[in-house]
């Protein structure tokens, strides 16, 4: 929701500083397995309870996500580039929940549990969308040039974002959080699986 009124203000500063990147001769795919990094050790930081360190880690690796795109806009970009994005993209938001059912199984199991479902759920619906409208030929560039095509929802990339950060602040409300998160990425994948039944479906 928040994604297509951040873009315009953020695409700008990145591409330059990615359009730098490019020029020292850093490709796309090593700034986007460098945020995975920083992904991971921001789960690693969690674990440990580094709180403040795993916020200053998920906002370095959603930089370099940021940075990753504009690198490869500089170079061109590739099919595989735009693969191992999205890959390591659901890989780092799968390492966030699963580090706080690490760190206390018996009172987060569940609420994990049903968090990473419904990222689960969310992750099929907007790819299978993004492969019947790569069929149908559609674009758009409201979520900035991506390889894939990208439907906006009620949750996105930066509402995601926030929650991690708000995870890691409040520790001890993940329970709640992650319900309520879980519960409003469902409502987003069932809102983008009613899009695909209006656009999709025989006439």
């Not at 795993?54 to 996500?65: C, E, Q």
């Not at 706080?100 to 199984?105: E, Q, Y």
């Not at 559609?138 to 996105?156: A, C, Q």
Request: charged share 10%; glycine share 10%.
């Amino acid at each position: 929701m928040l994604d297509r009124h951040i873009r315009p203000l953020i695409d700008p500063p990145l591409n330059r500083i990615g359009g730098q990147i490019a020029r020292l001769g850093f490709s796309a795919n090593t700034v986007t397995l460098v945020g995975l990094a920083f992904g991971i050790a921001a789960a690693c930081a969690i674990v440990a309870q580094a709180y403040i360190l795993a916020v200053l880690l998920i906002l370095a690796s959603r930089l370099a996500d940021g940075l990753d795109g504009a690198v490869a806009r500089a170079h061109g970009v590739s099919d595989f580039g735009g693969y191992l994005d999205i890959t390591c993209d659901y890989v780092f938001y799968a390492a966030v929940p699963l580090a706080f059912v690490i760190l206390d199984p018996a009172a987060h199991g569940v609420a994990g549990a049903f968090l990473l479902l419904s990222f689960y759920v969310n992750a099929g619906s907007f790819l299978g969308f993004s492969v019947l409208a790569e069929r149908r030929r559609m674009n758009t560039d409201t979520h900035g040039v991506k390889s894939l095509y990208f439907t906006g929802g009620l949750l996105e990339g930066t509402e995601t974002i926030l929650f991690f950060i708000a995870l890691c602040l409040l520790p001890n409300w993940f329970v709640p959080l992650a319900f309520g998160f879980g519960v409003l990425c469902l409502v987003t994948a069932v809102s983008r699986v009613w899009l695909a039944w209006k656009l999709f479906r025989p006439q």
